[in-house]
């Protein structure tokens, strides 16, 4: 079965050369709606033809929960019945959509639960496609787009599944499509360096985010497995190349852990290894997981922002979204996995 939402439209015109481009049109317009068969306009002798091979509606809602500040997270089964995350969040520069990238992760980052239970595949960039389009359709008109911007930040590590990636960022900004600028959408790496150089030569305008989350690699390794295969200067030169590429402002997002990241020390080293980019810090609550690290209090982050910022560091607290909801990636999916193997 192949993924109707893996083409483009004038892929979709190529392959289904003997219909009419209207009737085309119509699939791909379904596509984008987030509509199965039985809610398009299509003859019964289409559907027909393209039902027993094709997968028109690759993700489903199969579950909502909606936070006391508006936020809302997803849970989406794809059409081989995994599931995956998404988030809807209402803001004042525009509505994002912060999706995934594969089913679990095998990063193994400690504060992070989509790693809980590895990976267990790639998303195509027909069913990223897919997941937008059933949040999008769930949040107002289908036939219009109902969020400004999206973030690549859910589960899974983008550039570890380069290539569908890498093809979702050309179908999502495409103008027959959603036509998302590129500008609005951001892109979150634990620091695959080589992909980082890589991707800098598409030229995409898209905001490149680092998950640093400590100062030395030594204390990085202790929480990010990816540490032992590249260091935070391979991962500073590499933006620093990306930003040559693109002039595009990075950002390093800094997951606050309480007596492990969080020193006055590693203000200093932050201010050192962020010389000569134009970059900015996001610092983030930790949201617990059940395992052992420690969060500070929303107090102590203030502090450390402000820190920061005396430091001539451009650093935000990022606001919490969806607490209330299980609002952090992979919460929802690894509750539900267990919730399935206990019955």
Avoid at 254 to 275: A, E, F, H, M, P
């Amino acid at each position: 079965m192949e993924i109707l939402a893996d083409f483009s439209l004038d892929e979709l015109v190529e392959k289904f050369n003997g219909l009419p481009r209207f009737r085309v049109k119509q699939i791909f317009d379904a596509i984008v709606q987030g509509k199965d068969y039985a809610e398009t306009n299509l003859s019964k002798e289409i559907i027909a033809a393209l039902k027993p091979n094709y997968i028109l509606k690759p993700v489903e809602v199969v579950k909502v929960l909606t936070g006391k500040d508006g936020t809302k997270k997803y849970l989406l089964k794809l059409h081989d019945n995994n599931i995956i995350e998404g988030v809807f969040l209402h803001q004042n520069y525009g509505n994002t959509i912060c999706m995934s990238t594969q089913v679990g992760c095998r990063m193994g980052c400690k504060f992070c639960a989509s790693t809980i239970g590895g990976r267990v595949r790639d998303l195509s960039a027909g069913e990223m496609v897919g997941s937008i389009a059933a949040i999008n359709a769930d949040n107002g008109i289908k036939t219009a787009r109902n969020f400004s911007n999206i973030v690549l930040m859910g589960s899974g590590e983008p550039f570890d599944n380069y290539d569908n990636v890498v093809k979702f960022l050309n179908l999502i900004t495409n103008k027959d499509g959603f036509n998302v600028s590129e500008r609005n959408i951001s892109l979150s790496t634990c620091g695959l360096v080589d992909k980082i150089y890589e991707f800098a030569r598409l030229n995409f305008n898209i905001t490149l985010c680092v998950s640093l989350h400590a100062t030395t690699d030594e204390v990085r390794k202790t929480i990010m497995p990816i540490a032992n295969r590249y260091s935070i200067a391979e991962i500073v030169s590499a933006l620093k190349f990306y930003q040559q590429q693109n002039n595009r402002r990075v950002v390093f997002e800094y997951c606050l852990i309480k007596g492990v990241n969080n020193t006055q020390q590693d203000i200093l080293r932050l201010k050192n290894l962020t010389s000569g980019l134009i970059c900015h810090v996001n610092v983030i609550c930790l949201n617990p997981n059940g395992g052992s690290l420690k969060a500070t209090t929303r107090k102590e982050a203030e502090q450390f922002v402000a820190d920061l910022n005396k430091n001539g560091i451009s650093a935000t607290l990022r606001r919490s979204q969806g607490s209330d909801i299980e609002g952090a990636c992979g919460m929802l999916r690894a509750k539900t996995l267990n919730k399935t193997k206990s019955e």
